[in-house]
Every structure is written in structure tokens, then in C-alpha cells.
């Protein structure tokens, strides 16, 4: 449950959208016919839709066109309020009593379970199962609920307010700070400035009651309300039952008008700097406004995909900026998207280099207005119309695999916004009808209309040493009309007709093949000793992922090289065969594949995907990545000087500080495992790296590719022995050291003061040797679950301290088994002891009592429909099979796992929690403010 507001990059820029009639005209998209849809007597709106992605489960989302905009000066904070209101209270399920029967059904709180406040809407989400009538059946009664169910008891609203403020608090610091002065300059001074979903502490402390009851009468009708429902349902028993079910829901007498609100474009330019003392970054965003576009006719779509061409290839450009020996920027980028409040906004933005704001902004100006000038270039339309027909393409032959979620967002957007929705079949043919006719001249017009001189607001923000050194109005100005002034020159698009290989692989041979037919698993043995497993699945159409280890990584390299050791990651990014960086990206634009190789502690690996078509092509980029790797000196060195100045105010920001002290006390102070700094970053030598990478790639005997998948398992051999049993494999293979790099033994505390805001961050941490084991780990799985389900009633429904505590659990098994159990939760304060002891206390609740076996039955509920969804998804056995093969265990394990999982017991939770949670090792880290560390405070 939160508030929301959608992010861009460095500020909390935001993007909602208004209410709009839908203009039905001979060019209006219809609606996708396969959803059922319809309007009651009274308004209420419904969608529903059979889909089987995933098999028996069903998602039901209730939208409301109710937002942070419609309140009341003393109400402000309290459309999100409400939507904390609906999980505590309803007519059928009082007080705590939804959360508890949901989480009984499979259902995890926050996961899945779920809702968020905008502006303008608010929307509830809540996936079941659909193979039990009952759960389907009390789903449509928690819909109703929330329609208009909610009891808005006094008690459970006061108890509710520490959440909520607790929630608030975790949204404090620089940028909160930052947003109070700039909002209303970039919002036009409209209502969006003083309607933050999250709200006002005065009034989120000392509201009545009767105002949120008021809020709800008010908007909380029919006529404002749709329930979208997509699964594996019968859709006219669904529409039977919504029919019934939600007729007797009653707009007000006198419904309060629906003000449709909006940010006005007044033709004026605005300039505002602000700093903070804990912005880490210099950074830049010149918004220029435009009218909205629509989308709801094919000319509108039309325009859509232009500016999405247009996106694409600025993305481009400035990505080729980025690479250079000496990058003007950190970051930058330049696109259209949308606003709030009926806008559309084309923003470019820059983080500066540490003393280059200039530097910084002319060049991000300059390739804006190159484009603006000059247009583009023929070639660049031509990748980026290859690449936005092959999405729809990859979308379209997936169409029948679609998830529910994804038709569920798209129905959410027609009924809040009138977004069309026509189906994959018919967008697919409007894509196709006009990719082909859109012109270069439409795209560089475009240019020229969003690139305006008005509308246009300039942003800058930076950290608060900085202020006296920042640029005026009049100065950021001139800077603009010296970059529009100087002699510039056209974009050379940088292309090779070379083709990416400089020498064709020698294939090898497939030598023996054994087949599991229980597991759906054939392993193939290459002539280079290299072992390849395929599970063909039916879960896509048209994916096809691989991943391939080998034991090794940077544990076989000392603390003088780990440096350089750590960095050969970058490598691949410097291009491979006959492609440099730049080339590289344009040849695989339209290509809907990914590789990656990465060198970890323990292991090197090769990772990836594809599309069947595309498949060749990535099995061809891998071959590429290991047998011929360049080194570029000149893009390397511009890695470096970005990193460093990446780093320059780090420190400013308190996360950061604390990140870095959980890093540095969790290893030891390792200087593997700490954070990052100036100093790691000149010990990074680009030969050595070099050297690294090959040396880990450079012979891949001891590996074995996992593949998954839509696999043809007759047209995948050849491409196997082409460019997999073609890779070199000497026969020399070497293990993982054991660099005992472990969270260290004792009680350790440890305090750091930093930020000026009133919240704190606590880090509990439980560590030490584990027997590693397929039962353990479940039993270790029941451990965190149960704790995190105590954690959140004791911290958050019992005490009101925090907003949303979590647990991690991890276990390893290699180089030796180990565990660490990590309690985390922000909070005031003044509260920290009171809640670090009351998380301690449900620690040791369970090691002398065991957990209450209603928890343990939510874990197992949670957990068997987990792992019913998780056995249809093709990264699900990747990632399986992979830690399974790493780990030396059976892979046949996961065939165990529901049984295994029903013979968890509350006793089996205890045992474990009182031989591993002993105290003995055991870690306190705490964020608290400057001031709590002043003499005289706390």
C-alpha cells in the first residue's frame, strides 16, 4: 500500500493523467473484443477476461478515479489514508481480519496484496487462486468491500496514523526537500503543487475521523469505480455474479462534481536552483511542455509510434556520448513522455561531472539541438523502425501466453485515462500499416515542434556546498544560445559492413546424449568436454534463455589485482570481433536477444536469451564475447572518470553511508566486499582487467550451459556444435578459493550518524555456519516467513512504529554452508530501542515457543502457490537448475518440495530458529541523525 508518484531521473517529476471524453469517431480504436466490459445502472464499470496465463489464478484490481487532488485542505494525505483503511475493516472482514484470511488462501501481503494512491486514482490488486470457488467467490466480496465496505472504525484509524506517518517518514530527505520548493514552479502553481498523495503531517496527526468519513462518502461511488477481472474464470458466471453482487452500490444524492484538474501551460519560461545538503550530484532538467497527446485514434497512434522512434534514436545518441575517452556528463538524455495534469513534457536532463555543469549541459544542449537542426539520419530511422516492428513482432507471437497482469494494465488505463486498448492483433496491424509510410521529414518536424522556446522550465539542483558557484537564469540562458549559435555539424552515424566475426568458428560435435524424461531434461556432452542440459518447456512461445558457469572467478586472484580482477566485467562493453561499442549496439538494434558474461567470486558466467529467430545471433555474440574481446583505452578511461565522479558526493547522501558501513562491518572490512571508493577505482588497471577476462574466458573447460525454453530440440544442435562445441576448452579446470570472507563472529553494534531528517534505519543481523541441506533451507524458508508475518503484526499493526518491516534469509552452501537472517525496518528515532527490543522478542518468541501454527499454515499456503505459478516460468528452472548444478545437488529435488513442505511443522521452525537465531553472532546497525549524536540528546 503506498502513494504514488512516478519517478524520472534525480527528481520526483511526475507523470499522471487527466480525464478525457472518449470521442467516438470512424478513426476511434475499439476496444480489444475478447473483454467483456459494461456499465451497471448505477454507473459501476466492469472488465473481465478468460485468460489461463498463469493457470488457475485470477487478478482483480478495482480502480477509482479518486485521487490526492479531490481533498479537502483538511483532508489532504487522506485519499491515501483510505486506501489504508480498506486492509483494516471492512463489513465482512473487521478489523485485521482481510489480511488474515487472504494470507490463509496463498496471498502475501504487500506482494501481492496490494494498492496505491496517485493524484488522480486509486487502485486496490489482489491475485487469487481461482481453482477454489469459495476464494473466487469471497474475492468478489472484497471487491465489494472496498467499493463501499469499509467500517472506518475510530480505534483502527488512530492506530492506523503511525503507519502512515511512519510511511511518510521513510519519503523524507533531500529530494523531499528539494520537490517542497520546485513543485510549484513546475506544476504552474495548479492543485498537483499542494496534493501529494502521501499528505501533510499536520494533518495526517490531528485529523477527525469524520473527515476521512467525509472522503469517503464523497468519492467512493459507482460512478467513479470499475472492477477489472482477468484469469482462469467462466466469464459469464463472473459477469452474473458482478451484476448482482455490485447493483446495490448507491451514488450520493448530491454527488460532489468531479473537478477533471489540470497544469496549465502559460507560455512562460521558469528557472528555479535548489540545494540540499545531502543531494549527492549536480543535476539539470529543462521540461518543455506540451499539450497532451491522446491515445485513443489510429492518427494519434500514429504520432505515438513517431515519438517513440524519436525516443529510440535520441537514447542513441547519447549513449555514443557517454563512450567517449572523456564523457561530458555523468548522465544525460533527452525524450518525450508523459506530464500531469493534461501535459506531455519533452525533458532533457544532465548529471554533471564535478565542477563541468557548463561542459555538461552545452553538450546534452548541443545534441538536442543538433537534432533540431540537422534532423536525423536516414539509417538511424531505418534501426529504429526495425526494432520497434520486432517488439511487436516478439509481443504478437507471444499472444497467447500474455500474463493476466499484463491485460489487467492495460484495461486500468482505458477506464482512468480512455488509453485504447485494441489487442495485441489489431495494434500489430496498426504498427504494421504505418512504420513503413512514417517519414525522416515527420520525425525532424516533430523536432522542431517539442523543441520550443516556451513552455519551458529549467531545473537545477545541487548539493549545498555548491550553491554560491551555480549559475543564474540570465547565465543558464546564455549558455543555451551559445550552443544554438556555434557552427555545428551533422550527425555521422557510425556503421560497419564487416560482418561481427573475424574468423567463423571450427564446429565441433555432439559426442553422447542422456535424456530424463521426468524432468523434461536432455544433457549433451561436447567434444570440448563442455556439458550443455536443455529443457524444452511450453511456458512461451517464443523464449529461449541460457546461462553457463564454471568454478573460478575472482577468488583465484589476489587483493593487489582484485581491483582490476572485480572490473573485467566491462569488457564485453567495449564491443567484440569487428564491433566496436558503438557499431555493436546498431547491429543488434532490432534484435530481441541479450548476453551477458560476468566474472563473480566464485564463478565465471555467460547468461542470456532470446527469441527463436534471434537465437543464432546471440549463440554467435557469446562466441564473439569469449574468442575475441577488445580492449578500448579510450572508453575505458572515460568508465573510469564517470565512476570516480559518480563518487565525488557520495557521502553526502546518509543511504549511501550506511550502505557503506553495513558493507564494510557484514565483511569484515574485506576490501573485496566494502563499498566503493576513489581510491578502489585507480587500482583498476585496464590491462590486468584485460588479462582477467581472458584468462576466465580463454578456456571454458569445467562449464555447462543450461538451456530453457522453446526449444526445438533438432534445430538447436547445430547451432550448439557451431558456436558452443567450437569454444576453447583445453581440459584445464580450476576450483573457487575459499577466501574466508564471512559476517564476523560476536556482538558487534555499530551507530553512524548521518542526515538531517528524524528517521532511522536498523539493520539485526544473525549469522553464522548452516547445514546445508534441501530440508534445512525450506525449514530455514519457514524460519524467515514466520518472522516476517510477526514482524509485521508486532511492529506495524501492534506497535504503529513502522511502516514495512522485512526479513531476508540467505543461505549459501559453497565454500562452506552458511546463513544470515536480517531484520530491517525504518522508524523514529526515538523508537529504536523500543522496536529493536520488540523484534528481539518475537526472535526469542519463537526459539522457546516456535511459531503459532496458523503461521506456519500461511507459509505452507503461500508457499505451495509460489511454487505452482514458479513451475510454469521458464526463468523459475534456469535459476533452479543452475544453483542446483553449482551446488552439486540433485536435480530432481524440486519433485520433493511439496511434500517436503507439508511436513514443516512448528516444532521443525523452532528447532531451527533455537540452533541458528543463538544471539551468539549477532549484529546491531543503526542510521540515526546528526543531532542524536550531539552531547545532550539521543
Request: charge should be neutral; hydrophobic fraction near 35%; proline fraction near 5%.
Amino acid at each position: 500500500m503506498h502513494s504514488k508518484i512516478y519517478r524520472k531521473p534525480y527528481i520526483l517529476a511526475l507523470v499522471c493523467f487527466s480525464f478525457f471524453t472518449f470521442n467516438i469517431n470512424a478513426q476511434t480504436i475499439p476496444l480489444d473484443a475478447k473483454v467483456r466490459t459494461g456499465k451497471l445502472a448505477n454507473g459501476f464499470t466492469y472488465y473481465i477476461r478468460h485468460n489461463e496465463e498463469p493457470k488457475n489464478r485470477v487478478t482483480f484490481y478495482l480502480a477509482n478515479k479518486v485521487g490526492a487532488v479531490l481533498e479537502d485542505d483538511d483532508q489532504r494525505g487522506l485519499a491515501h489514508f483510505m486506501e489504508h483503511m480498506s486492509f483494516n475493516g471492512t463489513t465482512h472482514f473487521p478489523k485485521n481480519e482481510l489480511i488474515n484470511y487472504l494470507q490463509k488462501s496463498g496471498v502475501r501481503f504487500g506482494a501481492d496484496i496490494n494498492a496505491y494512491t496517485s493524484f488522480d486514482e486509486t487502485v486496490y490488486q489482489l491475485p487469487l487462486p481461482s481453482d477454489n470457488p469459495e476464494i473466487v467467490k469471497n474475492g468478489v466480496l472484497i471487491m465489494h468491500d472496498w467499493a463501499n465496505g469499509a467500517t472506518l472504525d475510530d480505534t483502527e484509524i488512530n492506530k492506523e496514523r503511525g503507519v502512515v506517518l511512519e510511511e511518510k517518514r521513510l519519503g523524507r530527505g533531500a529530494g523531499d526537500r528539494m520537490r517542497t520548493k520546485y513543485f510549484p514552479v513546475i506544476l504552474n502553481n495548479s492543485r498537483y503543487a499542494d496534493r501529494l498523495p502521501i499528505g501533510t503531517e499536520e494533518v495526517l496527526s490531528n485529523f477527525k475521523p469524520e473527515a476521512i468519513k467525509r472522503f469517503y462518502r464523497d468519492w467512493y461511488r459507482p460512478n467513479l469505480q470499475a472492477l477489472i477481472v482477468v484469469g482462469d474464470i467462466n466469464v459469464d458466471e463472473m459477469e452474473k455474479i458482478i451484476k448482482l453482487k455490485f447493483a446495490d452500490l448507491k451514488n450520493p444524492v448530491k454527488p460532489r462534481v468531479r473537478t477533471k484538474y489540470s497544469v496549465p501551460l502559460t507560455g512562460k519560461n521558469q528557472f528555479i536552483a535548489v540545494t540540499d545538503p545531502e543531494m549527492p550530484a549536480i543535476n539539470v532538467e529543462v521540461t518543455i511542455k506540451q499539450p497532451e497527446l491522446k491515445l485513443h485514434t489510429k492518427a494519434e497512434y500514429r504520432s505515438n509510434i513517431i515519438r517513440g522512434l524519436y525516443n529510440q534514436m535520441m537514447a542513441e545518441r547519447y549513449t555514443e556520448l557517454q563512450r567517449q575517452a572523456e564523457p561530458p556528463f555523468l548522465n544525460g538524455g533527452a525524450g518525450i513522455d508523459k506530464f500531469l495534469g493534461g501535459l506531455d513534457a519533452y525533458t532533457v536532463s544532465v548529471t554533471a561531472k564535478p565542477g563541468e555543469l557548463e561542459e555538461g549541459f552545452k553538450a546534452a544542449w548541443r545534441e538536442n539541438y543538433r537534432v533540431k537542426r540537422f534532423g536525423f539520419t536516414e539509417s538511424e530511422l531505418a534501426r529504429a523502425k526495425t526494432s520497434y516492428q520486432s517488439q511487436f513482432e516478439a509481443m504478437l507471437r507471444e499472444k497467447n501466453k500474455t500474463r493476466s497482469e499484463s491485460y489487467v494494465n492495460e484495461y486500468l488505463q482505458h477506464f482512468l485515462h480512455g488509453t485504447a486498448s485494441p489487442g495485441i492483433d489489431y495494434e500489430y496491424k496498426l504498427v504494421t500499416e504505418n512504420l513503413a509510410g512514417i517519414t525522416l521529414n515527420e520525425l525532424n518536424t516533430l523536432a522542431k515542434t517539442i523543441i520550443k522556446s516556451t513552455d519551458r522550465d529549467i531545473l537545477l539542483m545541487a548539493p549545498e556546498k555548491d550553491k554560491a558557484g551555480l549559475p543564474t537564469e540570465a547565465t543558464f540562458n546564455t549558455w543555451m544560445k551559445d550552443v544554438e549559435a556555434e557552427n555545428l555539424t551533422r550527425y555521422q552515424d557510425e556503421t560497419s559492413t564487416e560482418t561481427l566475426l573475424m574468423k567463423e568458428p571450427v564446429a565441433g560435435k555432439i559426442v553422447s546424449e542422456t535424456k530424463d524424461a521426468k524432468l523434461g531434461i536432455i544433457t549433451l556432452a561436447l567434444s570440448n568436454g563442455i556439458k550443455v542440459l536443455l529443457k524444452p518447456t511450453d511456458f512461451r512461445n517464443n523464449e529461449v534463455s541460457f546461462s553457463g558457469f564454471a568454478p573460478g572467478g575472482t577468488s583465484l586472484y589476489s587483493d593487489a589485482d582484485y581491483q582490476s580482477a572485480s572490473a573485467a566485467d566491462i569488457v564485453p562493453e567495449f564491443g567484440a570481433g569487428n564491433y566496436n561499442a558503438t557499431v555493436l549496439t546498431k547491429y543488434l538494434s532490432g534484435k530481441q536477444l541479450s548476453v551477458q558474461t560476468s566474472i563473480g567470486e566464485r564463478a565465471q558466467t555467460i547468461s542470456g536469451g532470446a527469441v527463436n529467430s534471434d537465437l543464432e545471433a546471440a549463440l554467435q555474440l557469446v562466441y564473439a564475447y569469449v574468442t575475441e574481446p577488445r580492449k578500448d583505452t579510450a572508453m575505458f578511461h572515460g568508465m573510469m572518470q564517470q565512476a570516480k565522479g559518480s563518487l565525488v558526493n557520495r557521502l553526502n547522501d546518509p543511504n549511501s553511508v550506511f550502505q557503506d558501513t553495513i558493507s564494510a562491518v557484514l565483511s569484515n572490512y574485506s576490501v573485496r566486499r566494502s563499498g566503493p571508493s576513489v581510491e578502489k577505482i585507480d587500482q583498476i588497471n585496464l590491462d590486468k582487467a584485460y588479462s582477467v577476462y581472458k584468462e576466465r574466458f580463454a578456456d571454458l573447460s569445467g562449464f555447462t550451459f543450461v538451456f530453457v525454453g522453446s526449444i526445438d530440440t533438432i534445430t538447436i544442435r547445430p547451432l550448439i556444435e557451431k558456436y558452443i562445441a567450437s569454444l576453447p576448452a583445453n581440459g584445464k579446470t580450476q576450483q573457487a578459493k575459499d577466501l574466508n570472507i564471512n559476517i564476523p563472529p560476536g556482538l558487534i553494534e555499530k551507530i553512524v550518524y548521518k542526515g538531517s531528517e528524524p528517521k532511522a534505519t536498523v539493520r539485526l543481523v544473525f549469522s553464522g555456519a548452516f547445514d546445508y541441506s534441501f530440508e534445512n533451507k525450506l525449514k530455514m524458508d519457514a524460519l524467515k516467513e514466520t518472522l516476517q508475518i510477526r514482524m509485521l503484526e508486532r511492529l506495524r499493526e501492534d506497535e504503529s512504529g513502522v511502516y514495512s518491516p522485512g526479513v531476508q534469509m540467505n543461505t549459501v552452501k559453497l565454500p562452506k554452508g552458511r546463513f544470515s537472517t536480517i531484520i530491517t525496518f525504518g522508524c523514529a528515532p526515538q523508537n529504536v530501542d523500543k522496536l529493536i527490543a520488540s523484534a528481539l522478542d518475537e526472535v526469542n518468541k519463537i526459539k522457546t515457543d516456535g511459531p503459532p501454527q496458523i503461521n506456519v499454515d500461511k507459509f505452507k499456503a503461500e508457499t505451495q502457490r509460489g511454487i505452482e505459478t514458479a513451475l510454469k516460468n521458464n526463468g523459475f528452472w534456469l535459476g533452479y537448475l543452475n544453483t542446483q548444478l553449482q551446488n552439486e545437488e540433485k536435480l530432481d529435488e524440486i519433485d520433493h518440495y511439496i511434500d517436503q513442505l507439508n511436513k514443516i511443522t512448528p516444532a521443525d521452525v523452532k528447532q531451527v530458529a533455537e540452533k541458528y537465531l543463538t544471539g551468539k553472532n549477532y549484529i546491531k546497525l543503526v542510521l540515526l541523525p546528526e543531532d542524536a549524536g550531539k552531547p545532550g540528546t539521543k
